[in-house]
């Protein structure tokens, strides 16, 4: 798994102009998180992919775009999962490193989950 | 001030001198502003051609050039023209008009999602639904088009925008915006690399027609004793009279252009992206050569040719740090004095002498005709290559085409801007007839405006390259290739109120080009050329450059 993550302004549009670059390259991206952040009207975007090759070509795209401020590659120590799980005993949140949530959702077998890479 | 006034006075901070558009609807408050500026307007009569002229203006002028267009379809047609300028990275501002604030997603009467629309095909683009922002965005536009790599900026600009009231504070407010990141660590190793160098040649693109690098690229040239190659987008960045100068390389380019491409031990690249049309097929590309590649944009570097060593910079700086760096490298004169000896059995004779005309014997008349400063556009197909291929673009001239989209129609009414932007100058526009009707209908803003181009129409009755195409790779199976139908071109340009004449014979070429150099008023000249002249040599689509189908040219292939 690799996680780039991306410091940006916070506006209509900026979303779709990011996705824009990976359609472009044709990538298919795994996981994505936005939100705000420390800074008051910016946001950081934090996006999990699978070839580390694709991501280094698509970063220096992401570098050139407006309202991009920061764009890097996240190591992967600082990568971290979160997911929810449904199952009959009801909601379950679970988080953690991306294998550790990974190895949870496995074992459960949920009948519902969504899992998210996340990385600061 | 209203936001309208706001934008005329932006404009004119800008020190913009011309704008090219047609008004709609919601442009309407800042068209009644406008009429009160001293900016000259331009009314083509396509929204595509607005935008082709402001690109034409702004490649001459190397400023950013303006086009106006109302909402919906103004907006969708300007699309192919914005999008001709981000391919060949042409500093544009396109302002479209949109519909109210407060309708805008209620799909309004003429109104289409233009701010999406021009996402992809502009270096950035701005939809203003707060007034305040107005000013600023205006200005970080004209700084965005034109720092770092040149693009077109497309800002969309509901009415209630153009008529609510704008502060003078916010008028006042500084913008900034990040200058380019520069990365020059690689600078040593490109020096070790091109002071070892047997065979050094030097690729040039259009980022050195932007940065206006030619006379350090000669220089370095002479330096390195490297011939130079140029790509399409490049064609007289450096003059093609100077002895290193090979010429265009690609698809059409030169025989002894793409043996030194692909025979050379070290690649100097500048201010090119690797274009298929140039690098062939790309698997086999530069496997023998180190590639030393420059280029003001990061994500240029190890897009289409990996693994290389890249300098991240704008041509006239890294070219000068190179020339300081390589003071010591002792000159090595058997690869310089080879490539000059091959460059001389690379010059055929097309001055050819017979009816049909060949349009090979057009553009030697040109080249032999056309004044030292002339500008020569083109439209997209064969009359391109034959412009790129034959044409002799010495001293000051310049040559602008639709490099990256190849967009028929941007020929006519970019020479139109470009003689906007430099009255002095003969302008031509090298034709063809497929293209020509695509923006025929700019003989009226060309008359109306006195405009006096030359069109030297390369009369052929056929979309020309697509059918090449389907006689060599496709069995000569014809389909919706041949123009029967045709206008007669010289009355068409004459009912414009343009001056017109058709030459079917080869003596009477280079009369008629004189003629047309001197015309005040626009002119078209309707060469009626040989239906059966392919666009030879040429590199099949996908092959390597050994695998060429010559024509007529008689290269001998470096000896090989």
């Excluded at chain 1, 992919?49 to 120590?77: K, N, P």
Aim: glycine fraction near 10%.
């Amino acid at each position: 798994m690799e996680v780039i993550t991306m410091l940006t302004y916070d506006q209509p549009g900026v979303m779709q102009r990011v996705m824009a670059e990976f359609t472009r390259k044709k990538v298919n991206v795994d996981t994505i998180v936005v939100g705000p952040c420390e800074m008051p009207d910016r946001s950081r975007i934090v996006i999990s992919l699978r070839d580390r090759e694709t991501a280094l070509g698509v970063i220096e795209h992401l570098r050139g775009l407006q309202e991009v401020i920061e764009a890097d590659m996240v190591d992967h120590r600082r990568h971290e999962g979160y997911a929810i799980m449904l199952s009959k005993g009801g909601v379950c949140r679970i988080t953690g490193s991306v294998e550790e949530v990974e190895s949870v959702i496995k074992k459960s077998q949920p009948d519902k989950y969504i899992e998210v890479v996340n990385a600061i | 001030m209203n936001g309208s006034r706001a934008v005329v006075e932006l404009l004119e901070g800008q020190k913009v001198e011309v704008l090219f558009g047609i008004p709609g609807g919601v442009l309407l408050p800042l068209y009644d502003e406008l009429v009160d500026t001293k900016m000259r307007h331009i009314l083509p009569r396509h929204e595509q051609c607005a935008a082709h002229m402001a690109d034409g203006y702004a490649r001459v002028s190397k400023r950013p050039g303006v086009c106006i267009a109302t909402s919906g379809p103004g907006a969708t047609n300007l699309v192919t023209g914005v999008a001709t300028a981000f391919m060949d990275s042409s500093p544009l501002i396109a302002l479209t008009g949109q519909v109210a604030t407060g309708v805008l997603g209620n799909d309004a009467f003429q109104e289409a999602d233009s701010f999406s629309l021009m996402m992809p095909i502009t270096k950035h683009n701005f939809r203003v639904t707060d007034s305040k922002t107005l000013p600023e965005v205006m200005k970080r536009a004209f700084l965005i088009a034109t720092t770092g790599r040149y693009g077109p900026v497309h800002i969309d600009l509901p009415i209630d925008i153009l008529q609510e009231e704008i502060s003078d504070e916010a008028m006042k407010k500084p913008v900034r915006v990040p200058k380019p990141k520069r990365n020059l660590s690689g600078l040593l190793d490109a020096i070790k690399l091109l002071e070892g160098a047997e065979r050094p040649t030097i690729l040039v693109g259009g980022g050195v027609s932007w940065s206006r690098a030619g006379p350090e690229i000669a220089q370095l040239a002479e330096l390195l004793t490297a011939p130079i190659v140029t790509t399409l987008m490049a064609k007289g960045a450096i003059p093609e009279d100077h002895p290193l100068v090979l010429g265009v390389c690609g698809m059409h380019g030169k025989q002894v252009a793409n043996y030194a491409l692909n025979n050379c031990d070290v690649l100097l690249a500048i201010g090119t992206r690797f274009s298929d049309r140039v690098t062939g097929k790309l698997s086999e590309f530069g496997t023998k050569t180190k590639i030393v590649h420059v280029d003001i944009d990061s994500s240029e570097i190890g897009k289409n040719v990996k693994g290389r060593v890249g300098l991240v910079g704008d041509a006239w700086t890294v070219v000068n740090a190179l020339i300081a760096g390589l003071q010591k490298r002792k000159k090595r004169a058997t690869w310089k004095d080879r490539i000059i000896e091959l460059r001389r059995e690379c010059t055929c004779d097309y001055n050819l002498r017979s009816d049909p005309i060949k349009p090979q014997k057009v553009i030697h008349e040109l080249s032999d005709i056309l004044p030292g400063d002339a500008i020569v556009t083109t439209e997209v197909g064969q009359n391109q290559m034959w412009a790129s291929h034959f044409f002799r673009c010495n001293g000051k001239r310049m040559f602008i085409t639709s490099g990256g989209l190849g967009t028929m129609g941007f020929g006519f009414p970019a020479a139109l801007g470009a003689k906007i932007a430099r009255p002095e100058s003969v302008v031509t526009d090298i034709a063809g007839d497929g293209s020509l009707q695509m923006v025929s209908q700019e003989f009226s803003t060309a008359v109306e405006n006195d405009i006096p181009v030359m069109i030297c129409l390369l009369n052929n009755g056929w979309l020309g390259m697509v059918k090449q195409w389907q006689k060599h790779f496709y069995g000569s199976r014809y389909l919706a290739t041949n123009l029967g139908k045709s206008p007669d071109f010289v009355k068409l340009a004459e009912a414009y109120g343009a001056e017109a004449i058709r030459i079917e014979k080869h003596s009477e070429v280079a009369e008629a080009i004189k003629r047309g150099t001197k015309s005040d008023v626009p002119i078209l000249l309707d060469f009626v050329v040989d239906p059966e002249e392919d666009v030879l040599p040429m590199t099949p689509p996908g092959k390597s450059s050994d695998e060429w189908i010559k024509g007529r040219c008689r290269w001998k292939g470096g000896g090989k």
